[in-house]
């Protein structure tokens, strides 16, 4: 049982890149979620999902879009990448709005 | 928005001394949950609070959840070099859980 899995681990964008960062789950969770983590800083909620098909905005959507065609995947794709989108990224999923999340092992972006 | 702070932001104990890190919300939550980071790694659940006033226990690891829902607290006994990362709370009024900033521990041996 593999949780959560997001690829890459880690990833150096050029200002104005673009790259898609993808989150698998095999738990059959209806719930996934993209968060940004800064240091010394909380999780900033992106974008999540409530089910296939259906995305919202979090607290920082801005310089990111999301897709969810299938239960399993959760892709976040960041065009024209800035400096500032320079972070550590986790997906998670639940099984309900009020579940525990299960984490993915994060991916390390710099953008330069 | 929704805003969860968490104090303090670090705290450094000897080994075997206890420990509290406090969450405060600036509106009533539906529950709140904790979670673990360890340095270099990603956040794993650790307990979620509902009721008003509950109280539950893992090991050395005691969580509250305050009587008017706005507040909660991770208390660790005799805490133990494992116990090192960083602790989050994160808490909920509907759909979307908001993570306080974290206390970082440090377990001095």
């Known amino acids: 049982n593999a949780g959560v899995t997001q690829t890459p681990k880690f990833r150096i964008l050029k200002i104005g890149q673009s790259m898609t960062l993808q989150c698998t789950q095999d738990?059959?969770?209806?719930?996934m979620y993209w968060y940004r983590q800064d240091p010394g800083m909380g999780l900033k909620l992106i974008y999540y999902s409530v089910g296939a098909g259906i995305t919202d905005k979090g607290e920082v959507p801005n310089g990111y879009n999301v897709s969810r065609s299938t239960t399993e995947d959760f892709p976040l794709r960041l065009e024209l990448a800035a400096p500032s989108q320079t972070s550590v990224y986790f997906c998670?999923?639940?099984?309900?709005?009020?579940?525990?999340?299960?984490f993915g092992s994060g991916t390390r972006l710099t953008v330069v | 928005g929704q805003q969860v702070m968490q104090i303090p932001q670090y705290q450094h104990v000897q080994e075997g001394e206890d420990f509290t890190t406090y969450c405060n919300s600036s509106t009533t939550l539906s529950n709140i949950q904790w979670y673990k980071q360890r340095p270099g790694g990603h956040p794993v659940f650790l307990i979620q609070?509902?009721?008003?006033?509950e109280v539950k226990k893992q090991k050395r690891l005691t969580f509250q959840f305050g009587e008017a829902k706005k507040n909660s607290s991770l208390h660790i006994t005799a805490t133990q070099t494992t116990d090192v990362g960083t602790y989050f709370c994160?808490?909920?009024?509907?759909?979307?859980?908001?993570f306080g900033t974290g206390t970082s521990l440090t377990v001095i041996p």
């Open positions: 994160a808490g909920s009024t509907g759909n979307q859980f908001y």
């Open positions: 998670a999923s639940s099984y309900g709005v009020s579940a525990g999340y299960t």
């Open positions: 609070l509902v009721k008003s006033g």
């Open positions: 738990m059959n969770h209806n719930y």
